[in-house]
């Protein structure tokens, strides 16, 4: 990866991941206990670099090089991307108007 390509592969996988954990949460989210947002978000980063880090061993494992440097910044923007958006979930649904 080059140039902005690991920043935007980061954040877009990230937040999808994330968007994909919150459609599974039980509601309501975040629910009674303090720890279950940082668990979320720790599930989140998890599952984002676990993503990220299959598709560069699959990369590397044909192209027979070493990880550029790209791939980590993606690893650790993806992670922070996914966490922060299930941790302002929260909040953001603190904020929400109840349905009807």
Known sequence: MSGLTP?????????GVAEVLLAA???PFPGPAPWTVAAWAAAAAVLTDAGLGWAAWIQLRH???G???GVW???AIGAAAGAAWVRSSG????RSR???
Not at 7 to 15: D, N, P, S
Not at 91 to 94: E, M, P, S
């Open 25 to 27: 949460a039980p509601r």
């Open 63 to 65: 192209r027979h090089q």
């Open 91 to 94: 909040r953001r649904g603190a």
């Open 7 to 15: 920043v935007v592969a980061g954040l877009l996988f990230g937040f």
């Open 98 to 100: 109840p349905t009807p």
């Open 67 to 69: 990880v550029p440097g």
């Open 73 to 75: 910044l993606a690893l």
